[in-house]
């Protein structure tokens, strides 16, 4: 059951922001304003859960919880830049 809920979490990131911010108050508990998860949902969106899971549960952001943080945004960046080099490879 957990695998599932993070091929769910990677497949539809906004989705799941949605879902948090609705139904439960983890989002506002680790960020205290609408900004943030706002920017979140729209440019970083794995960042901003991953961020929210580390806060709420406690968690230094040193050692492997830090490379949890990057590797977060390592993927949304990814995400965000794909679609470049396939509109370089048509032309």
Known sequence: MP????????AFPRLVLVLMFLLS????????????PILGFIFLPLTTIVYAWLTNNHMALEGINLLYLILAVIIDVGGLGG??????RRL
């Open 25 to 36: 108050t983890y989002l506002q508990r680790a960020y205290h304003d609408l900004l943030i």
């Open 3 to 10: 695998c599932l809920l993070v091929i769910i979490l990677l």
């Open 83 to 88: 679609g470049e080099s396939h509109r370089r």
